[in-house]
């Protein structure tokens, strides 16, 4: 069987409300008895390095870094053999936990930035502490937890004014930024026509500051890179990541699992298939027939909707 990219939620809570993601009266987050335990998580991954040779994980939430003692989990993993554990995260927290989460086995991480200024920040994520999030990313930096990607969802009207200022700030900090289409997932819906802003719109306005060349995509990787070169000769990195526009669906090996044990093939299905009862009977067959299913479910079209917010399905 071919390798899965596992994207593990550990949390369905973050501090932010970012508009594209939750409500502003946020969502009724699960009873921690409804989640999996880091144990339960390293026995799902133990099972699944087995048939399918897991080699790469990326832990989500919500936010990850709001669970207790998160860098337990990244050992546990980490004493699987799992060489490559990435992790995404608003940053918020992550000052503080960056060194011990790179002495647990953590390699990289991915940061998500919306915007450089607190006004914009503030009114797309609910909170104007930016310089939390700055100061995560120099912490990131000096524990080694590198590459750092940015991840910025692309709002039409609201950011897209931002975007040149995010290229200048990666490239000032040795940092890959990365332009996220917004998708109709939960509370953006019903936003998705009136904000959304497409990755060739983007790149248009990314031109007009810097000079834009085709770079070498990394292997099962949604974002197409580009080399970022800008007027005093700095180079660096950038990505789009094109869900809507330029679907990547046909090279799609991730497997999505929520922080309440649901297996999710594709961000545009709703039907997860519980493992959590089937990891305490230790049915392994039916977990991986569970996850063939999954996986099995992957869109047809560029085309969906996804009623669940992003944090319940892990981003």
């Known amino acids: 069987m071919s390798a899965l990219a596992l994207r593990i939620s550990v949390t369905d809570r973050c501090q932010l409300r970012c508009r594209y993601c939750m409500p502003p009266e946020g969502i009724a987050c699960g009873c921690h008895s409804d989640i999996l335990s880091y144990e339960e998580i390293t026995q799902l991954v133990r099972l699944l390095q087995k048939t399918h040779g897991i080699h790469k994980i990326r832990l989500t939430g919500g936010e990850p870094l709001v669970r207790p003692q998160i860098e337990k989990l990244v050992a546990m993993l980490a004493d699987l053999g799992i060489h490559d554990i990435a992790l995404t995260t608003n940053a918020l927290k992550l000052a503080p936990l960056a060194t011990k989460l790179k002495a647990a086995g953590l390699r990289r991480i991915n940061i998500s ?3 450089l200024s607190p006004e914009t920040f503030g009114s797309i994520t609910g909170s104007q502490d930016i310089q939390s999030v700055l100061d995560g990313i120099a912490a990131a930096k000096e524990a080694g ?6 991840n910025t969802v692309v709002i039409k009207g609201e950011n897209d004014h931002e975007l040149i200022p995010i290229v200048q700030y990666a490239l000032a900090n040795g ?3 990365r332009f996220i289409e917004r998708m109709p997932i939960g509370p953006g819906v019903e936003a998705y026509q009136d904000g959304f802003l497409s990755s060739a719109n983007v790149q248009k306005i990314l031109e007009n500051a810097f000079l834009l060349t085709p770079a070498t995509n990394e292997p099962g990787s949604s974002a197409r890179r580009f080399q970022v070169t800008n007027q005093a000769g700095h180079k660096g990195t950038i990505g789009f990541i094109s869900s809507c526009s330029q679907p990547f ?8 699992i929520t922080a309440s044990g649901e297996l999710i093939g594709c961000l545009a299905r709703e039907d997860g298939i519980p493992s959590r009862p089937l990891l305490q009977q230790g049915n392994d067959a039916a977990i991986l027939d569970a996850v063939q ?4 479910g992957k869109r047809a079209n560029t085309q969906f909707e996804q009623a669940r917010s992003m944090s319940r399905i892990g981003g």
């Open 113 to 115: 930035l919306d915007a």
């Open 145 to 150: 937890l590198l590459p750092i990607k940015l």
């Open 175 to 177: 940092l890959e930024a």
């Open 249 to 256: 669906c046909n090279g799609c090996r991730r497997l999505r």
């Open 293 to 296: 299913t999954a996986m099995g």
